[in-house]
């Protein structure tokens, strides 16, 4: 599998195109973005995708300096669980 980054979200991608996940985000204001939704394909659940990509996700904030709003169940436990996000976390 392969993530990819794309504008608004990172995905992913088996080698035959198949999405397995994503994790998408939209900007709040400049340097701040909502990471709002993260969906893992049900053939894909329990196999750590989502916190792969979310992992990509933060990497990008950190390249693009932005500070992070998560609003997704997903993204909420995160950021409580891990704290080595909290320096992209918007507080």
């Known amino acids: 599998m ?6 608004n979200r990172v995905v992913l991608v088996e080698k035959d195109g198949k999405e397995a ?15 709002n939704h993260t969906f ?6 329990g196999q750590g995708v989502a916190g ?11 390249k693009e300096n932005w500070q992070v709003i998560p609003t997704c169940s997903y993204a909420v436990k995160a950021f409580n669980d891990k704290s080595e996000y909290q320096d992209v976390l918007k507080k």
């Open 21 to 35: 996940g994503e994790l998408t985000w939209k900007k709040v204001e400049d340097g701040v973005v909502d990471f």
């Open 52 to 62: 792969k990509l979310m992992q990509a996700a933060v990497f990008r904030a950190r």
């Open 2 to 7: 392969e993530i990819k980054q794309e504008e």
């Open 40 to 45: 893992v394909d049900p053939t894909y659940r």
